[in-house]
Structures are given as C-alpha cells and as structure tokens.
DNA sequence: ACCATACACCCATCT
DNA sequence: AGTGGAATCG
DNA sequence: AGATGGGTGTATCGATTCCAC
C-alpha cells in the first residue's frame, strides 16, 4: 500500500507542477512581476530550485546554514548563490533579538550573552524576557554571535508562494506535502474529471480580500487588541458569498472573543455587523447580558418570525419565555422537550474502568443482555448514517460541477456548505435517492463500498463502517428509514450531519434495529441530538435515550 | 472542509 | 539523566 | 433536583530527530 518515493527531488517536482499548473490556467490573476517569478524559477539549477522549496517549505522564514544540509542539494552556499542574486534569499538578514533566539540553541545564548545573563539556568523565554529591555536594536547574526562560522538564511518569497499556494488549493490549509501524502497512499483522493476551466478563484480581487481577511485573523489569533483588527476588515459585505461567510465568521469570532472577556456591549456590536449562523442568537444573549431586555425582546422576536434555523428556533424558545418573565409580561410556559416513557432506558451500571467510555459499556451491557436472540450492538454516532448516504450519494456528491473541483487534492467539493449545494445537483441526488424505492441502493452501496474504499469523503468513516455493520444495516435498516434520515441531513448538511444517536442494536433475525443515544450522570441532550430524536419520533423511526447511573458498589 | 468542529466532562447559578 | 513538544520528512 | 449557560479538554500519517526543561 506505501509506495516508495523514487525521485530525490520529490518535492520539487511536486511545487513545479503547481507552477505550470497556476501559469497554464490562471495567468490572466498574477501580475507581471508574478508571471516573471515563475518564468525566472525555471531558469535555475536544480540544487538552487531545490534549496529554495525546501526553505518554502519549513517553518518561518529564517533558517541557519547548518540546518540546511541536504543530500541531493549539497553545497548550501553554492546552492544559495543565484537566489541572493534575485534577491529572493537574504544572506545577511538583520536580526531582533527575538528571531536570534528563535535561531540560537540555550547554551549558544549563554555564550553570546554571559556577561548580561543573572542565570544561566533561566528558562529560555524567561531570558528573552530579561534581556529585551537591554537589547533593542537589530544586528545581523555575525554581529550577535562572531564565534559563529555559520550563516543565516532568511527567504523573502513566501508572500508570493502563499499567494500560488491559495490559488491551486482555493485555501491556505493544505500545503505542499499533500502531494507526497498522496503519492505515499496516506490520502486517497477521488479522480473527479472537472475541466480545464474549473478554477478555485474568478478574480484577483477576491484572492486580495481572502488574503487580506487571512492576515486579520492571524493578527487577531496573535493576540493583538481586536479593536486594531476590526479597523482593517471592511465594513461592507462582500459581494462574493464565499467570502463574506469568512468575513462573517472572522467577525463572529472577535464577538465571541469580547464575550469570554466580558466586554458585552463590544461583543453586542461586533455580532450585529455579521450574519453568520448564531451570530442573532448571540446578540440578543449580549442585549440580556446589558440589561436591554426591549431591545433583546423585540430581535427576539423579529428572529421568531423568521428563524434563521431549526438551531436558532430551538434557542428561541428558551430565550423568549426568559424575557417574558424580565420583562414582566404574564408567564408563558416553556415547553419542554419531551420524550416518549416508553423510549427511555435507565440503567443502573457498576462503575468501570476509567479508561472505557459509558457508551462502549452500555453496547456491552446491551450486547449480552439477551442470550436468548442474537443481538448486535455498534457504537457509531454520526458514522453509520453519515457513512451510508456518502456512498449512496457518492455520484452526486462528486459531480463536476463548475467550481466544486479544481485540483487532485479535495477530500470534498467546496461549496458543501453553500446554501445551494444540493440546488447544484439536484438532479443527481434524486436520483440517488431514488434508488431507495427499489433495491438498487444496496447494490449502489455495496459498489461504492468496494470500489472507492479509502478514499476520502465528507461523509465516509471507512474506519468504523465494517463489512460486518454494513450488512447489519443494510438489513435491518428499511430504505424507508434511510431516505428519512437522508432527507434531513441534505435540508441541512453542516447543522444535520451530526447529533445522531450514539449506538444503533440489531436483531437480525428479525431485521430490526434501534439507535440508542447514551447519557451518563452529569450529561445531559444537546440540541442537535435533541432535533434528530424528535424528527425520528415523528417519523416513527426507533430510537430511545439511555440514561446511565452507577450502580452502588457493594463494599 | 477553511486550526476546526463534535463530543463528553466539568462548573456556577437560578428556580 | 529522562521526558515531552515541536519540527521535519517521506 | 433539574434546568440553563458557560467553560474545559480531546483529536487530526507515523517515524525520527532535536532541544528545552
Ligand atoms: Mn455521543
Ligand atoms: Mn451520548
């Protein structure tokens, strides 16, 4: 299964073809200077080429010449010559004492610094600490450190490589060793035949603005003062849905920053200039938080009448009777999620072994009930049903649509979580799901279960579906029950995907099943799994709720 | 699937 | 000394 | 006792190497 890498140059093969791939269909997004980039790369020697991905690739951007030793590149200096010439490596970088530390080993430090150093025996950041008051300027690294016969290297081209990086990949998560990840077989990916058209961006605007929210994020993860950050993002909506969503949660994220600090009223503001899902929920918290329960009553309400969400409805009617009640209106009754008796399982178990969950000791306890029948129990949450419609659906999920896929490397299409994926494929998932009318769907399963397995998917844990679970649930499942679990999770696939019951038990004698979803002491129904149960329940699919309690121990 | 969600475990407060 | 986290590599 | 909001920790290929503590 491990294949062996062959060439030595691996990955500089691998960082060729982004190029050429980024030069053959999407010239008309880079500058002069860019296209002048890629064309001058070429030109070089291969050691020189190499050198410089290998320092693309590494963490941060300065490294010391020793670290750099390379079998298939060798002469470093040499190797480093024509960059220095571009000016795209720095041979001589000047140096805050910071970034020497980031390069120096402890007992080096202690040889640059005796003299200024109390202890020795000081944490290495404790001394930087101690020593920055003293040292403020910038030097190079001889200068720091002239017992050093070493140099420091510092790349300058890692704005440019990110900027290819974002554009072949649509993100700035993956990274150039996904290429040897999938040469090696630890990534299967799905050949999607998508045109040579298909591009992850349209605009060079729009790979500025994704850039430009990418940098505010990461000062605001850094910790600089959210006030700094929010002067730099726009305060209009992008006209690019896609990123306005990332411009939403970014703002999302600085709201909830506030919140954990307690700056309520600056929370409050920051979440009403964004419509990322919740985002209204938590504004209204904010306004009740500041005592402005009017205000809080009256977003409360508005958001009643149009919810964004089943979430957000299910919020609401905790929220609204709260504010009744601070407002002094005459009480209105919350409604309680109710849960049918005869679907409740209570358990009284001795307490286990630290190291097993309470789920795994309720399959256990369930498996060997009933010595009479033959019944199974899996432990599966969102897996099985999750794991089921991928591979039904595997087809419709994977269809080039325009957009969806635009290199080798996408574990899914990537506009899953736009509002109109499925409107994109409607036809193919009709007619996926169509095949549970006959019994098609289990020869659709079965296919897909033997010729894509490994590959990854949004939707298939390979790892827990086993051939034994998918013959249990392809029998004792009715395709009736799976179209009704389907039908939910594409209403919504990021909110509906999870919160599915933790155990699912088989009689196979009588093709019959029940999900079980488990709760120990202390652990109580989350929302989603509470929406899952009630639209089972309605629909007359079987699940019940395990409640665990631990039985006393006999002393 | 945008270093994240999703899950369980834990606590404080209010009724 | 030994341990653990981060970085590197294929 | 229970409901509610809130905060936490865990996990991402796996082997090897380096370095701080
Ligand atoms: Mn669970
Ligand atoms: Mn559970």
């Known amino acids: 299964m491990i294949k062996l890498i062959e060439n030595r140059f691996y990955y ?35 050691e020189t080429k190499a050198l410089l991905v290998r320092m693309v690739m590494r963490k941060g951007d300065l490294f010391r010449s020793s670290k750099l030793a390379y079998d298939e590149i060798g002469s470093v200096e040499d190797a480093a010559a024509p960059l220095i010439m571009l000016g795209w490596v720095d041979e001589n970088p000047w140096l805050s004492l910071d970034e020497l530390f980031g390069l120096l080993k402890k007992a080096e430090i202690s040889q640059v610094f005796g003299s200024s150093l109390h202890k020795t025996a000081a944490r290495k950041s404790d001394q930087l600490l101690a020593l920055r008051g003293e040292f403020t300027d910038s030097r190079d690294f001889t200068a720091w450190y002239p017992a050093s016969n070493e140099r420091v290297y510092q790349v300058q081209i890692t704005p440019i490589c990110d900027r290819l990086r974002l554009m072949f990949f649509g993100n700035l998560r993956q990274d150039w060793s996904e290429f040897v990840l ?40 850094l910790g600089e003062p959210p006030e ?27 709201a909830q920053h506030y919140e954990q600090i307690k700056q309520f009223p600056a929370a409050l503001n920051v979440y009403g200039q964004c419509q990322y899902s919740g985002s209204r929920v938590r504004a209204i918290r904010m306004m009740e938080r500041c005592a ?14 149009t919810p964004e969400s089943e979430a957000e409805k299910q919020q609401l009617l905790r929220i609204l009777p709260r504010l009744h009640r601070k407002l002094g209106h005459p009480r209105i009754p919350a409604v309680h999620h109710h849960l049918d008796p005869a679907s409740r399982i209570d358990l009284a178990l001795p307490k286990p072994e630290p190291l097993i969950s309470v789920e795994e000791l309720v399959r256990v306890h369930l498996e060997q009930l009933s010595r009479q029948q033959r019944v199974r ?9 999750n794991s089921l419609f991928g591979l039904l659906c595997w087809s419709a999920i994977f269809a080039p649509i325009p957009g969806a896929f635009f290199h080798p490397f ?22 996926s799901l169509l095949q549970l009318d006959s019994d098609q769907y289990t020869h659709t399963i079965r296919h897909n279960f033997r010729e894509k397995a490994g590959i990854q998917s949004p939707f298939v844990f390979w790892d827990v579906l086993t051939e034994e679970l998918l013959d249990l ?26 919160g599915m019951p933790d155990l699912i038990q088989f009689w196979p004698d009588e093709k019959r099943y029940r999900m079980i979803e488990v709760k120990g002491p202390g652990d109580r129904l989350q929302d989603n799994q509470m ?7 309605k629909h007359d699919i079987p699940v019940a709720v395990c409640y665990v309690q631990w039985a006393e121990r006999v002393e």
């Open 12 to 46: 500089l093969e691998n960082f060729c073809t982004v190029l050429e791939w980024i030069a053959e269909r999407y010239s008309d997004l880079l500058t002069a200077q860019e296209r002048e980039f890629i064309d001058h790369f070429h030109l070089l020697s291969k």
């Open 182 to 221: 999938a040469d090696l077989g630890i990534f299967q990916y799905e050949k999607v035949e998508f045109s040579a058209s298909s591009r992850g961006f349209r605009s060079r605007q729009d790979i500025d603005d994704y850039l430009h929210l990418h940098r505010c994020r990461e000062r605001f993860l």
């Open 228 to 254: 700094e950050v929010l002067k730099d993002i726009p305060a209009r909506v992008y006209d690019n849905d896609w990123l306005e969503g990332r411009r939403s949660k970014l703002l999302f994220q600085i």
């Open 292 to 305: 402005q329960f009017e205000s809080a009553f009256s977003l409360a309400n508005i958001a009643e009448r």
């Open 377 to 385: 129990v899996h432990y599966v949450e969102n897996a099985l049903i």
């Open 410 to 431: 996408h574990t899914g299409p990537a506009d899953l979580h736009s509002p109109d994926f499925y409107r994109r494929r409607e036809s193919q998932f009709i007619n």
């Open 473 to 498: 649930a392809l029998s004792c499942v009715p395709a009736l029950h799976l179209k009704i679990w389907f039908e939910r999770m594409l209403l919504d696939i990021k909110l509906n995907r999870a």
């Open 531 to 537: 929406r899952w149960l009630d639209y089972c329940a």
